[in-house]
Structure formats: C-alpha cells, structure tokens
C-alpha cells in the first residue's frame, strides 16, 4: 500500500463486524479496505495456542447469535465454517449436586423434577414464551432502528416494528415489555420457585453485564442472549469447529474474495474530516487512505474520544459519549487440561461427556449472583466468582493433544477499576488462583489437571482488544443504551453526526454479542448513501 491510498469506504477494525461490513461492502460494488491495529484479524473472535498443543477461543467462544443471514449472504459455510450442535445445554455445579438442564424435554423435566415439580411444569411454557419473544426481536434487530426526529424512512422503520409486536398478541407484548423493563430476577421468581433453576436462568442477565439479579433492565440481556439460533434451533449454543476464529477467518475469505482489502498493524490515529465530513483516516505510521465514506467498528466512546475531531460534535451528543458506559466486569481464562475434569456428583468416566458438553455454570442462585456483585462493588472482584466454563474438546478434538482438553472460563463480576486504584497486574495471577479453586472446589481434579493457563483481566481485554472498560459489548446493554438511543438519539441508524462517518460495531443497534447484525445493517445504510 502507498503513503496515500484510496477507497470507496474505508472500515476501521478487522472484528467479526468490521469483516461483515466489508463483505456487503465489496458484494455492492464498493473499493473497501479494512484496517486493523493488532497483527491479526478477528477482534474478540480468534483462536490462538496458548500453551503447547492446546488451542482455545481466547475472548468470545460460543456461537448463538451470528445472524443466519449472515452466514447465508456471505457464504460462510463455504470459506470453512462448521458449528457444533451441542446435547447438553447446561449443567449447573451445586454443593454435593447439580441441576442439569439439557436440549432433550423429557430429560430436562425429569431434572427439574428433582428439585421442584411445579418449576418443571411451568418450564416448556416458560421457553416458549421466551423463544415467541425473541423471534421477534431477532426480526428488529436485522434492521436499523428508528431514529428520534427522523424523516419518512424512520417511520416506516416505526411501523414495521408496531406491526411485529402488534402480530405477537396481547400474552407475548406484555411479556416483551416485561422483559424489556424488569430485573432478570423478579421476572424469574414469578416462574419458578427452586434455587438452581433461577441460578442458571439468572446468570444469562449479567453476562457481561455488571449489574445485581434484581437491577431493572437486566431481564433484557436474558432476552438479548435467546435471539440466536444454532443449526435453525432458536436459543441454542454451539461450538465453531476450530474456535471462534474460524468465523472471522470465514468471514476475512469471503470479503477478499469480493475484492474487499484488510490491512493489519494499521492503527489509526484519526478520522480524516474536511468541512465537517470524513473523508478518510490517518494511520499512526503516516500513511492515509481517502474513502467516500468511514465506518467504525470500535466503541463509541474510543472513536469519538480519541479519533474523531470533538469540536464537529454537538454538545448533547458528546455529553452523550463522554457517559457511555462500557463495563462488563469480566475475568476471562483458558486453561489446558491433561484430562478432563471429574466433577464429584458426576459417575465419572466416558458418560461425564454427555453432562458436559454443554455450558457448566457456578451460579446456584440469585443470592449468589447478587452476593457476587455486592462484593465487586466493595472491594472489586467477587470472591465467589460466577464461573460459566465449557469444554470444546468434548466435541472437536482438533484443539487439544490425545487425551488433553480445553476448557473456558467466564467469569463476573470483577471491576473495570478497582477501588483501591492498584491495577488489575498486581492481582491477576492471585485471582487466577482463586478462580481456579473455586472449580477445583467441585471437581478435585481440577487444579491438579491444569497444564497451562491464559488469563484476561478486565485491563487485558482493554489493551488488546482497543475495548474500554473491558466491555464485550462496546456499551452496557442497558434501557438508555439500546434500540434507538444506541448510541444516541437521533443518531441509531449507524450515520454518525459527522457526515459520511459510520457505526458498524457493537456499539450500533443491536448491541453485543458475535452476531455480524450491526456491521451488516450499516452495510445496508451505507450502500444506500453512496449509491
């Protein structure tokens, strides 16, 4: 590439959204380049080695919500992706117990009857109604919102979402507003009654959300994380043969392919404006690429705060960004096991697969949950951490030598910033250690089984991924940081104030998560722009 270069859109940021805008992009027609800060592509979704022979996702690591659309439109199938159904669904540890609760409904009630009859009763309405709810959702979410004060576009885009929830029926609009507004947890205690139940259910409120099971709004990322769907199966999770790299890894081969250019070691220093417009960006090493048209796959409060001229933007809008909060309180490791784990309520042996195949959960309660928070609010991480783990291996053994396996571990709630002001580097491998003895707590073995560990505090995920805060989400999904006022009123259509400047990331409508939706959505909005 030369000192100065040209595109039609320039995309800053090779993660999974920034590749799904560029795929469109090229697929419309346009000269796009893509430029990436770190030394590979893939954002959050990569695979590395982290010890010898042993390979794991090293940020996200399930798949659920990558839009079918997505994977249809760019062909992803056909560059190399394959996504592993998976039987168990999820297995929770308890003291002495555990409640499982897997994909197949006559074995899911008969564990939920084990602790409570009426909550398996009440248990496949409950996933029914929850799964109506989000297929809706799924439907608002592969277009831009409704912006504030919009024009003729922006109310059609109103009526086509009162058309939708108009067609759920009365039972279905009153549980979508209930799931919009209340906390995970008072919306789960008018369903079931057992602990282990609400545990489990509770945990898909605060994943990657520092917030208490009581908090108002949080039912909502409970309802964000069911939208997805895995191999036509709304709510469920897979694995990506390979790791999760293997998506952005399809997702860069289809966008080449359509012409599309991604450069690596390429921060930019700043959006290139010229009256008011952005016209392209300055890399740090002096090279420029002019572009019709910028789009961002950062957080808004990294593009805006360090990138972009502060003196083009409105005062309500910067107020806006300059309290955007990004914090996931999220403790992220891989550690390489020499066998796998033997969890002492299980038989052991070969069959402990069937239970684990699936996500396994520390998070026996709503108590727990909440005393986890109080504690990171204290004293900055929770000293009974939630811990949601899962084992890849189990269905890909192309990550692990013979014998050896894999294992994640997501983990809440630990503190962007700690409240004594030292830095998560002074304590990362203290609560490595403590994160894994509360496993090995369950499964004896565990600690002793532990080859080799990657660890990711909440400052970690900060530095190498650009994400402030640690924020998986570019943004906390809460009530005043979705739908249109992502990322600000007026502004959720993914067109920035500065013109012919963009959003594309997870900071846009519809938020986090792996689901290639806000790249492919500004895709559509920037073709209609320059076209």
Known sequence: MSLNDTADVVIIGAGHNGLTCAGYLARGGLKVTVVERRNVIGGAAVTEEFHPGFRNSVFSYLVSLLSPKVIADLE??????????????????????????????????????????????????????????????????????????????????LVSVGNRVRKLGAKAQADLAELMTMSVGHYLERWFESDPIKGIFGFEGVIGNFAGPYQAGSAYVLLHHAFGQVNGRTGAWGHAKGGMGAITQALAASAREAGAEILVDAPVQEVITEKGSAVGVALEDGRTIRARGVASNVNPSLLFGKMVDPGLLPADFKRRIDGWRSESATFRMNV??????????????????????????????????????????????????????????????????????????????????????????????????????????????????????????????????????????????????????????????????????????SGAHPGGGVTGLPGRNAAREILKDIR
């Open 76 to 157: 992803l199938e056909r560059h190399g992706l394959q996504i592993l159904d998976r039987t168990s669904g999820s297995f929770s540890v308890l003291q002495g117990d555990h409640f499982w609760l897997p994909r197949d409904g006559t074995v899911a009630a008969r564990e939920v009857a084990r602790f409570s009859k009426a909550d398996a009763d009440a248990l496949p309405e409950f996933e029914d109604r929850i799964a109506t709810v989000a297929e809706a959702l799924r439907a608002v979410a592969e277009d831009a919102p409704p912006d504030f004060g919009g024009g003729w576009a922006d109310l059609l885009r």
């Open 336 to 505: 390489a096991l020499s066998e796998m784990p033997r969890f002492s309520s299980l038989p052991g042996g070969d069959e402990d697969a069937e239970y684990l195949n699936g996500t396994i959960d520390i998070c026996p309660s709503l108590d727990y949950i909440q005393a986890a928070y109080d504690d990171a609010n204290a004293q900055g991480w929770a000293r009974r951490p939630i811990i949601s783990m899962c084992l890849p291996t189990t269905l890909d053994d192309t990550l692990a030598p013979p014998g050896g396996h894999v294992m994640s571990l997501f983990c809440q709630h630990f503190r962007r910033r700690l409240p004594d002001g030292s830095s998560w580097d002074e304590h990362r491998e203290t609560v490595a250690d403590m994160i894994i003895d509360t496993v090995d707590a369950y499964a004896p073995n565990f600690k002793a089984a532990v080859v080799g560990r990657q660890i990711n505090t909440p400052l970690d995920i900060e530095r190498t991924l650009g994400m402030p805060g640690g924020d998986i989400f570019h943004g906390a999904l809460h009530l005043d940081q979705i739908f249109s006022l992502r990322p600000a009123a007026g502004h959720s259509d993914h067109r920035m104030p500065v013109k012919g400047l963009y959003l594309c990331g």
